[in-house]
């Protein structure tokens, strides 16, 4: 069985047994939150042992080349010694410039963009609340428009970050957030492409930020936002984004509502069908798919199942560990 070290100290792992279950099983306080590789919350270094491939997917090539892993994803092979990256340069202090609601639901928080803060829209930060828990939160900004950072956070009842953030969050106040991470970003290129947005909730936050920064490009291939709630309250940003879609040709946004009748302007079913719906084929497209984990997961396999290429399709489920 390999043995974990850390901080000086031997953990032996179980079979089967990942290097963050092993940590915490023997009572190791370590930082995670996703437990799915995704959020790169628990990222750590190896200074000896190699870790698996699978837990250095998604992560930087300049940090991969330094041992960089995520605990969270690597059933160790071999005895490894781990340990906490070396924070400098990858946390930033910010201040918090102002916090306004979209909906009953979620707000907007911005924050200061710290100098040196290289991101792309649609990638995701991690947030510090008060209490040292860490949740990540994608970016609705766009850097050569934006001078600010952008995240929408939907309010989970009793959720330790997101209640945190609408209850005790003031403008003016300081907070700590990690370097952007992610791949569901545009890229310039192929710019006649078509574009596929499908976002529920909050998963709007990134899909608004890949759509203004592919416009910003120059991307002039058509670019379709399909946004979807049970009922139209739980929708936000809708005049902005009808503005949007009037002042740019290639940009079209589908509001859809899958409870009762919605209003004119808006389609009816939950949006990952009613996209479907709008384009069987996808061959040649560039997918983008946001939010909730079940709907993503299943997109993810219907956009490819309908002809666009895995390579193609980029997808940020919102796990939490608690409802993952
Ligand atoms: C890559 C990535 C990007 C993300 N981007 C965003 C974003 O832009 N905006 C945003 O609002 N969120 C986003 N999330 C989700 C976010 O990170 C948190 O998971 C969410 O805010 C809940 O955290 P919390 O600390 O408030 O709640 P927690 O303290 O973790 O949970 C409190 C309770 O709420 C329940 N709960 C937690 N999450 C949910 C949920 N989604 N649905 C139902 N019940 C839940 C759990 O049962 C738990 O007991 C993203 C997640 C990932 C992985």
């Not at 947030?127 to 050569?144: E, Q």
Request: proline share 6%; charged share 15%.
């Amino acid at each position: 069985m390999p043995t974990i070290v850390f901080e000086g100290q031997d953990y032996q792992c179980e079979p089967g047994e990942s290097v963050l279950d092993c940590l915490t099983r023997q009572g190791v306080s370590v930082n995670y939150s996703c437990k799915a590789g995704v959020c790169q919350s628990c990222m750590m270094v190896a200074t000896e042992g190699e870790p698996t491939p699978a837990s250095q997917v998604g992560i930087k090539e300049t940090l991969k080349a330094q041992g960089h892993f995520l605990i969270c994803s690597c059933v160790p092979e071999t005895d490894m010694q781990v340990a906490v990256p070396d924070r400098a340069g990858s946390s930033f202090d910010t201040t918090v410039l102002s916090l306004h609601k979209l909906n009953a639901d979620v707000v907007r928080l911005r924050l200061m963009r710290p100098d040196n803060y290289d991101y792309l829209p649609g990638q995701f930060l991690g947030l510090v609340n008060d209490t040292g828990v860490t949740r990540s939160y994608s970016l609705a900004s766009v850097p050569g428009l934006d001078d600010f950072l952008e995240l929408q956070i939907r309010h989970v009842p009793g959720g330790q970050v997101s209640g945190w953030v609408v209850e005790k969050l003031q403008a003016g106040d300081t907070v700590t957030i990690s370097q952007a991470a992610g791949q569901c970003s545009y890229l310039p290129g192929r710019e006649a492409q078509s574009l596929l947005l499908v976002g529920t909730g909050t998963g709007l936050a990134p899909l608004v930020g890949v759509a203004r920064d592919a416009l910003q490009q120059g991307h002039n291939g058509p670019i379709h936002l399909y946004h979807g709630s049970s009922t139209v309250e739980g929708l936000y940003l809708v005049p902005e984004l009808v503005a949007m879609d009037e002042a740019n040709a290639a940009f079209h946004y589908h509001p859809c509502v899958s409870q009762g009748t919605p209003p004119q302007g808006m389609q009816s079913g939950r949006a990952a069908d009613v996209a479907l719906e709008d384009f069987a084929r996808l061959s040649g497209w560039r997918v983008f798919l946001c939010g909730r984990e079940d709907m993503v997961r299943t997109l993810q396999k219907k956009t490819f199942l309908a002809g666009a290429s895995m390579t193609d399709i980029f997808a940020d489920p919102f796990v939490n560990l608690a409802v993952a």
